[in-house]
């Protein structure tokens, strides 16, 4: 059974850093494109950053600026997500996520693409 567990969330205030992981369990990094997506109260669920495996190649939501760097480890099974400069904005439930292949580009992005999710890790900014 496929399992993603995020860590990493907690509260800092504008202008810091924070590293999220997401460990998986079931699955073989190496066929899958993994995923970040976050969730602010009271809005959707929307793309943050994706890496396919394999190859280390990523993809970004526009709207971040640089700030955040997705990568994965392949000795640890994991996935980061280092978030920099945050923003009150950036406070969110953050969700791994992952699906088997290698979607193209303008499917990377959709939530529906992606069909193992992990229950999140909360990140606060406080301004």
């Known amino acids: 059974q496929v399992r993603l567990v995020e860590s990493g969330g907690g509260l800092v205030q504008a202008g810091d850093s924070l590293r999220l992981s997401c460990a998986a369990s079931?699955?073989?990094?190496?066929?899958?494109?993994m995923g970040w997506f976050r969730q602010a109260p009271g809005q959707e669920r929307v793309f943050v950053a994706a890496?396919?495996?394999?190859?280390?190649?990523?993809s970004y939501v526009k709207s971040l600026d640089g700030r955040f760097t997705i990568s994965r480890d392949s000795a640890k099974n994991t996935v980061g997500l280092q978030m920099s400069s945050m923003k009150p904005e950036d406070t969110a439930v953050y969700y791994c996520?992952?699906?088997?292949?290698?979607?193209?580009?303008?499917?990377?992005?959709?939530?529906?693409?992606?069909?193992?999710w992990g229950q999140g890790t909360q990140v606060t900014v406080s301004s």
């Open positions: 890496i396919r495996w394999s190859s280390g190649s990523t």
């Open positions: 079931g699955l073989t990094f190496s066929s899958y494109t």
């Open positions: 996520a992952a699906v088997q292949g290698f979607p193209l580009a303008g499917a990377v992005a959709r939530r529906a693409t992606y069909n193992y």
